[in-house]
């Protein structure tokens, strides 16, 4: 039935749903907690309520395990309502863009003026080692997918929001900016695709957000991108990076993105 929605009509569909089942007026801003996120997120603000993303118009379950696939909406301590979504559709899903940017399109209906988009991603610059956040400058999409349709010119110049990164540096003023390549995955690089996205002038390679990015600028939403280095890029480390060792570090890293986290909040 949802197939004869167009998206826009379905993101409006789902802020309405989640709009009453909350008896909320409005979203303020909107996050997107990528892998290593969603216990940086835990314990800010007030819980509203909670909803499994399923429910809502437009939504599927995310298929990898750990992804979440839950929304929660928080009032923060300055009053502003948060929306958490723990869990994102990838392009790599196969369930096509629009599944892919409706979170950010149902925030924007949702009457959010800012979107979060966090990621965990594998670093190029082998000075940032797993746990590292980084703020996103720009982005280069290697997906050759779009979630505009048609003649849509939308301009990308300060996609990342020069006044948000501002906010975050007073929050965390040794926050290193890069720009993030979006690979279509799910596949990892090779190392040649590696020092390719290196050489293009990308710093993190990943394989989300920039089709969120692009959807939520034509939407009118001021974006901030984190990335948070989990891992270093295939062939940057002389030795592959041990599983435990990237939980470990990406654990180790959670208070910091939970001060940064809350620092956004207070000044969102
Ligand atoms: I976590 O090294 C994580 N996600 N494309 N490459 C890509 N995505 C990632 C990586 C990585 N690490």
Redo the contacts with the bound molecule.
């Keep these: 039935m949802t197939e004869t929605y167009e998206p826009q009509q379905l993101a409006e569909l789902a802020a309405k749903t989640l709009l009453t089942r909350f008896d909320v007026a409005n979203l303020d801003l909107a996050l997107v907690l990528g ?2 996120w969603s216990g940086a997120s835990i314990g800010l603000g007030e819980t509203i309520g909670e909803v499994e993303l399923a429910e809502l118009p437009g939504f599927a379950k995310p298929v990898v395990a750990g992804h979440g696939g839950t929304l929660r909406l928080v009032r923060t301590a300055n009053h502003k309502v948060a929306a958490f979504f723990s869990g994102r559709t990838h392009y790599y899903e196969g369930r096509g863009v629009a599944a892919v940017v409706h979170g950010v399109r149902t925030a924007a209906a949702a009457g959010a003026t800012a979107v979060v988009l966090t990621n ?3 670093g190029l610059n082998p000075a940032w080692g797993p746990g590292t956040p980084v703020l996103l400058r720009d982005h280069i999409n290697l997906t050759a997918a779009t979630p505009l349709a048609g003649a849509t010119f939308i301009d990308l110049t300060q996609a990342y929001s020069p006044r948000l990164r501002d906010l975050a540096h007073e929050v965390d003023p040794e926050l290193p900016e890069g720009v993030y390549v979006q ?1 279509p ?1 799910p596949q ?2 090779t190392p040649a695709e590696v020092r390719m996205a290196k050489i293009l002038g990308g710093d993190l ?3 989300s957000t920039t089709l969120e990015t692009i959807a939520a600028r034509e939407a009118g939403l001021e974006v901030l991108g984190i990335s948070l280095v ?2 270093l ?2 062939g940057i480390s002389p030795t592959p990076l041990d599983h435990a060792e990237v939980i470990a570090a990406g654990k180790a890293a959670e208070p910091r993105l939970r001060g940064l986290l809350a620092g956004l909040l207070e000044r969102l």
């Design positions: 892998s290593g965990g991603c594998g690979f995955g990892y690089e390679v990943g394989m989990t891992n890029g295939a």
